[in-house]
């Protein structure tokens, strides 16, 4: 119990008063390395969100008990806890979105951290800017009953895809997360870079044609293999998707 009480003693506010704020995002930064969890606060503070910043478990359950903030940007360990065995007790405290930031590249964490609760993972290092950039993203997309298409049924907290007629199409993870990115996207195109980290947890890289072979099957097991079909190629960017084969 002191233990829990001096962490959560830890906490830092890094949130201005203020009726201006008050409409901002509430977003939690959770990292036990202080210099990393100060700076990325710092940064994500000055593009329009409030922050508080935790450096422990028990801060991040002092915060939750506090308000209940739109995002959780969390370490995957925090001294000794490995948060990843811990999200479904995390998800079943918030409705929060909640992006692991790890320096772990285990595809066997972030297929188990997104099925018990996270988002999204980002690999460290990682800028500032581009955790905003995933924030933002995340934040505008709509609730996945709105993001579906008449007939198909893409459900995402199962991680299953359904045709019109009831049929189920196996996607491995790889092709799921592509899916799941280019249709939450609403007609926006995603670059092979945002692709390969959430597919295949890596950097994009010139002549990597990982990207490129996945959507090929992905077109093909969607019955739809036009290169200007349900997932079109965007010259120089990457890919959108404008609608399921039918929808």
Same mark, same amino acid.
């Given at each position: 119990?002191?233990?829990e009480?001096?962490?959560?003693?830890?906490?830092?506010?890094?949130?201005?008063?203020?009726?201006?704020?008050?409409?901002?995002?509430?977003?939690?930064?959770?990292?036990?390395?202080?210099?990393?969890a100060?700076?990325?606060?710092?940064?994500?503070?000055?593009?329009?969100f409030?922050i508080?910043?935790?450096y422990?478990?028990?801060?991040?359950?002092a915060?939750l008990a506090?308000?209940?903030?739109?995002?959780?940007l969390?370490?995957?360990?925090l001294?000794?806890?490995?948060t990843?065995?811990?999200?479904?007790q995390?998800?079943?405290?918030?409705?929060?979105i909640?992006i692991?930031?790890?320096?772990?590249?285990?595809?066997?964490d972030?297929?188990l951290?997104?099925?018990?609760g996270?988002?999204?993972?980002?690999?460290?290092?990682?800028?500032?800017?581009? /955790?905003? %950039?995933?924030l933002?993203?995340?934040? $505008?997309?709509?609730?996945?009953a709105? !993001?579906?298409?008449?007939? #198909? &049924? @893409?459900?995402?907290?199962?991680r299953?895809?359904?045709?019109?007629?009831?049929?189920?199409i196996?996607l491995?993870?790889?092709?799921f997360?592509?899916?799941?990115?280019l /249709?939450? %996207?609403?007609?926006?195109?995603?670059s $092979?870079e945002d692709?390969?980290?959430? !597919?295949?947890?890596?950097? #994009? &890289? @010139?002549?990597?044609r990982?990207?490129?072979?996945a959507i090929?099957v992905?077109?093909?097991?969607?019955?739809?293999?036009?290169?200007?079909?349900?997932?079109?190629?965007?010259?120089?960017?990457?890919?959108?998707?404008?609608?399921?084969?039918?929808?």
């Open positions: 119990m002191q233990a009480q001096q962490g959560a003693a830890r906490i830092a506010d890094t949130a201005q008063d203020g009726g201006a704020r008050a409409v901002e995002p509430l977003v939690y930064v959770v990292d036990d390395q202080r210099e990393w100060d700076e990325l606060s710092d940064v994500v503070g000055r593009y329009g409030r508080r910043t935790s422990d478990w028990a801060g991040l359950e915060l506090e308000a209940q903030p739109e995002a959780i969390l370490d995957q360990h001294g000794k806890v490995d990843v065995s811990r999200l479904a995390l998800r079943a405290a918030t409705k929060a909640i692991i930031v790890t320096g772990n590249r285990s595809e066997v972030r297929v951290g997104l099925e018990t996270a988002d999204d993972f980002l690999v460290k290092p990682v800028s500032g800017r581009e /955790v905003v %950039a995933w933002r993203a995340r934040l $505008r997309r709509p609730a996945e709105e !993001a579906e298409p008449p007939g #198909w &049924r @893409f459900a995402v907290a199962t299953n895809l359904f045709r019109p007629n009831g049929q189920p196996h491995t993870t790889a092709e997360e592509l899916m799941q990115a /249709v939450r %996207a609403q007609s926006q195109p995603v $092979r692709l390969s980290r959430l !597919a295949f947890g890596r950097p #994009w &890289r @010139f002549g990597d990982s990207v490129d072979n090929v992905l077109r093909r097991k969607l019955g739809d293999e036009r290169v200007d079909g349900c997932i079109r190629t965007v010259r120089g960017i990457g890919y959108v998707f404008v609608g399921f084969p039918g929808a």
